[in-house]
């Protein structure tokens, strides 16, 4: 029997491995295939990680987060770029958030590190063009610092 688990020790690999990523993130997935029907998956953020505003158009892809560690800053979208709701993912506030399919959204870390774990319906399908916002810089575009300093405000 293979029980996975989230302990000390997994948290301190995946944090040094999102420290080590120049996309400063790590994650580590539960579904054994990425054809699995439930991805179950931990991700870590660094402070400075950018995530691009995005959303999964798919009728049945919506998400279950749940905070692990750290403050993880949550921003929400209207199609026009417009933040519709801002707040602060932790075991101290918000501990947990489900979004339906077709919600814009970007999470940062206002800590050094933050872990959550994410639950959507499967098979992973890479992202296509047209869910990612173009109202935001792309990843690795100049302009990002400004963005995530716009974000946090």
């Known amino acids: 029997m293979n029980i996975q688990k989230i302990c000390p020790k997994q948290k301190e690999k995946l944090i040094g491995q999102a420290q080590s990523n ?17 991805n179950r998956l931990c991700i870590t953020l660094s402070k400075g990680t950018y995530i691009l505003p995005h959303q999964h158009t798919h009728s049945s892809k919506w998400e279950l987060i749940l905070a692990l560690q750290g403050k993880i800053g949550v921003l929400l979208y209207d199609q026009d770029g417009i933040v519709v709701d801002h ?64 974000s946090k405000q």
């Open 87 to 150: 707040f602060e993912l932790s075991q101290e506030q918000v501990s947990a958030f489900e979004m339906p399919p077709s919600t814009w959204h970007s999470l940062y870390a206002i800590t050094d590190t933050a872990m959550f774990f994410e639950v959507k319906p499967g098979p992973f399908m890479p992202s296509q063009p047209h869910e990612f916002a173009t109202w935001s810089p792309a990843e690795g575009q100049q302009g990002v610092d400004k963005f995530l300093s716009w």
């Open 22 to 38: 120049p996309r400063l993130r790590s994650h580590h997935n539960f579904h054994p295939k990425l054809d699995d029907p439930i």
